[in-house]
T-cell receptor, first 112, second 115 residues
Framework: DQQVKQNSPSLSVQEGRISILNCDYTNSMFDYFLWYKKYPAEGPTFLISISSIKDKNEDGRFTVFLNKSAKHLSLHIVPSQPGDSAVYFCVAQSGGSYIPTFGRGTSLIVHP | DTGVSQNPRHKITKRGQNVTFRCDPISEHNRLYWYRQTLGQGPEFLTYFQNEAQLEKSRLLSDRFSAERPKGSFSTLEIQRTEQGDSAMYLC?????????????FGPGTRLLVL
């Protein structure tokens, strides 16, 4: 029972273009969302987060959008760079819990 | 390097053997987490500690699994009587005392292969 769903296992994008990674969740108790990035042979690293009181959070080339009514969030990377090639995990948490729920990840490949 | 470290990085064992993994968190972090990640899946929560207290355990953590953090610093994860289904990447993460919502800092993981 996947409470956090990343339905695209992979995404291929040209350098300089926008990358959009999507995530859906089913648990309405989730109120804090994060994206982690993972390179091969390394552990995941935190990228950006958003609280349910916001609908957008921006950090440099990375923007996360949250649509609570649709239980959907997306990560936009503009412009995409080859170094962004990695697996991106969508993560959700509910208030007061330290236990995150990870999606299965989307493998992003940015072609030069 | 002041990040989270895990040892060993790789472990190959025969079914039925016991294995133990170690995690050294970032020094000022009081919370420590263990996850398991299998191919094509995201990390799945196993257990977490706040200081030396084990506060929550997933139902994924069967009786063959035990974790300790005796002095609130490093932690060990032991798997007894390993099974082929235990083959996975075991990730450790730590986080600092809560300010706002937290983010976790992950180690590189220990890859276990049970033959």
């Amino acid at each position: 029972d996947q409470q956090v769903k990343q339905n695209s296992p992979s995404l291929s994008v040209q350098e300089g273009r926008i990358s959009i990674l999507n995530c859906d969740y089913t648990n309405s108790m989730f109120d804090y969302f994060l994206w982690y990035k993972k390179y091969p042979a390394e552990g995941p690293t935190f990228l950006i987060s958003i609280s349910s009181i916001k609908d957008k959070n921006e950090d440099g080339r990375f923007t996360v959008f949250l649509n609570k009514s649709a239980k959907h969030l997306s990560l936009h990377i503009v412009p995409s760079q080859p170094g962004d090639s990695a697996v991106y995990f969508c993560v959700a948490q509910s208030g007061g819990s330290y236990i995150p729920t990870f999606g299965r990840g989307t493998s992003l490949i940015v072609h030069p | 390097d002041t990040g989270v470290s895990q040892n060993p990085r790789h472990k190959i064992t025969k079914r039925g053997q016991n294995v133990t993994f170690r995690c050294d968190p970032i020094s000022e972090h009081n919370r420590l987490y263990w996850y398991r990640q299998t191919l094509g899946q995201g990390p799945e929560f196993l257990t977490y500690f706040q200081n030396e207290a084990q506060l929550e355990k997933s139902r994924l953590l069967s009786d063959r699994f035990s974790a300790e953090r005796p002095k609130g610093s490093f932690s060990t994860l032991e798997i007894q009587r390993t099974e082929q289904g235990d083959s996975a990447m075991y990730l450790c993460a730590s986080s600092p005392p809560l300010r706002d919502q937290e983010t976790q800092y992950f180690g590189p993981g220990t890859r276990l292969l049970v033959l």
